[in-house]
């Protein structure tokens, strides 16, 4: 099996050159019991102290390339139940901008509510906090949501999840509490050097408040003693339309900015030992909402990861 490391770690850097991360919602689908390749295994016991370092590159349905680095640490509070903290800095490029800055921090306390030899289930309570009011700007023009590092709203998010040795389902709900403080218009641009044709590709999001997200995801697992692969379904469903402004400050609802993202799932992982170990995770986009005022469409998304259990 040893022989296996070099092999599995050129599939992993020949996969992460080729494509990049994980899912194009919120954040929630890799928040607590929502997270993918979850491991299920009774004969050792999970250690809940741990820490994920994970880089990220997601391509857009425009030209914005997003990249992530982000810190994801897990704390034991007890046998059942672990406290998670996401640290992640983004970096927006593209041809209207190149912007960074540290992104929403996400808090999750998840908790395993019920055991048994065959499945576990596990439920997570949470949220997002903004790192800054998603208002980034360059030379006076407010920027799209596509180059923002924040949503700039304060979420509260909630899931469940049932984990077996082949299989993972899970379930969440994240809803915004306000509005942020984006003030990206088409009539702001005018004036402007830049091609007003490629502008009216981006949908408008002034004082956006996004609509709620339920996600679902569908997961069978393949795990050998050291290498581990998974494929699944991610299904995120915005359940009422996103509202912004106009220019004269009227509210209103966007037409078609609600509805179902699909996104198919593969992760592949080798461990190293019982401690640590290395995880890829490439996500494509099956179906898209019409209307994306949050810039969270990605079209191929993959990360890579390092974890590590204390």
């Given at each position: ?107 999750c306390i998840t908790r395993n509510i019920y055991t ?121 469903y915005r359940i009422n339309k996103d509202e912004i ?66």
């Amino acid at each position: 099996m040893p022989r296996l490391l070099p092999a599995c770690l050129l599939v992993l850097i020949a996969c992460t050159n080729a494509i990049s991360q994980g899912c194009s919602d919120a954040g929630f689908c890799t928040m607590g019991a929502m997270k993918p390749d979850q491991p299920f295994n009774k004969k050792i016991e999970l250690r809940l102290r741990s820490m994920e370092i994970s880089f990220y590159r997601g391509t857009t349905t425009l030209t914005p390339i997003v990249y992530v680095a982000t810190a994801d640490l897990n704390f034991s509070l007890n046998r059942k139940t672990s406290f998670q903290v996401k640290l992640p800095y983004q970096a927006v490029s593209g041809s209207l901008a190149n912007t960074s800055g540290l992104g929403d921090i996400s808090l999750c306390i998840t908790r395993n509510i019920y055991t048994t030899e065959n499945y576990d289930i596990n439920l997570s309570v949470g949220g997002k906090i903004p790192t800054n009011r998603s208002d980034k700007d360059v030379d006076g023009y407010p920027l799209p949501m596509y180059y923002q590092t924040s949503l700039g709203t304060y979420d509260f998010i909630t899931g469940i999840s049932l984990i077996s040795k082949k299989w993972l389902f899970a379930t969440g709900i994240q809803h915004p509490f306000n509005k942020n403080n984006n003030q990206f218009l088409w009539s702001a641009w005018e004036g402007s050097s830049e091609d007003m044709g490629y502008i009216h590709d981006y949908a408008r999001a002034k004082e956006l408040k996004r609509g709620t997200d339920i996600m679902f995801r569908v997961e069978r697992n393949f795990r050998f003693s050291r290498i581990n692969f998974s494929f699944g379904l991610l299904p995120i469903y915005r359940i009422n339309k996103d509202e912004i402004a106009d220019a004269n400050g009227n509210r209103f609802k966007q037409d078609k900015a609600h509805g179902l993202a699909l996104s198919g799932i593969f992760t592949t992982g080798y461990n190293f030992n019982v401690q640590s170990g290395v995880k890829l995770l490439v996500g494509h986009k099956i179906t898209n909402r019409d209307v994306n005022p949050d810039g969270l469409t990605r079209e191929l998304v993959s990360s890579i990861s390092y974890y590590h259990r204390f």
